[in-house]
């Protein structure tokens, strides 16, 4: 029997001191990486995991590493979501991520849940994912082969694969996330749809536009809760690209989402609502976007 306050699963439980003694844990089977727990323990009570080893990672010190330098910001594994809500350089250089970790649960699990937590849980609907997906971030994955740790670095857009799936293979684990440093003239925003204030998204989105004079050069659009994965949206992109904004024309394009979604119908929403909510979303999200990249008042032409 499953309880949502119960854990009525037997499992082993250690706490690595080093990063290679969690990567070699971790290479056992049943092994699972524990930090902030806050997916993780929820499945566990619910029976929709049945780990056999859960390896903390919260006491190793190169996994709580934070760090903005040489135009690039370093987040470890083990850094909680409520450390990265208060720090500066996200609120002023990466406001796009500071509002989705905001709107990310309650107090209590932001500080619980870690950045990399909620990467890895894979779900479609996670939060920082869009914002993460439009400043290019990339994730940093390690092995251990022999007795040496391997890394390697893939961009965000192709870490998830399905539904609570992604590219780690057994004995693997993120370490970190590295985001680089937004361009000049650029400026992003997240937008999120939900049935009450700390519930899981409808929908969510992040745009990112790079500005020249009055037109926008180069747009990124992330939306999650519309298809297995997160997405970027390239036809609402390319439509973007080189438009002199008004309201009209930022509708037009934002009608366009659809043709890179799959939503489905569950008990949350239909497939037409995610649809037509992304699009108002995108509509919505891109004037505050618009704004930080210091461009003027869009008019309604």
Known sequence: MSSSRIITQDFDYIKAVSLGEALESL????????????DLLNKIKTARDN????????????????????????IGAAVRLSFLEDEKVITERY?????????LGSVQIRNMATLAGNLCNASPIADTAPPL?????????SRL??????????????FFTGPGQTV???GEMVTGVRVPEPMASSGAAFGKIARVTMDL?????????????AVVAEARIAVGGAAPVPVRVEKVEKALAGMRPSSKRISQAAALVGENLSPISDVRST???????????????????????GGEEITDE
């Open 27 to 38: 290479a056992k089977d049943g092994a699972r990486v524990f930090a902030g727990g806050t």
């Open 51 to 74: 780990p056999k080893l859960l390896v903390d990672i919260t006491g190793i010190e190169e996994l709580k590493g934070f760090s903005f330098s040489e135009g690039c910001l370093l």
């Open 95 to 103: 406001p796009a991520l500071h509002e989705a970790i905001k709107s």
């Open 133 to 141: 997906m439009v400043y290019d971030a990339e994730v940093e994955i």
């Open 145 to 158: 082969h022999n007795t040496r740790i391997e890394k390697r670095i893939i961009s965000l857009k192709d």
């Open 168 to 170: 780690l293979q057994k």
């Open 201 to 213: 998204a409808k929908v969510n989105c992040a745009v990112w536009l790079k500005r020249e004079e």
């Open 271 to 293: 497939a037409k609502y995610r649809t037509d909510t992304a699009s108002v979303l995108i509509r919505d999200t891109f004037f505050p976007a618009w704004k930080r990249s």
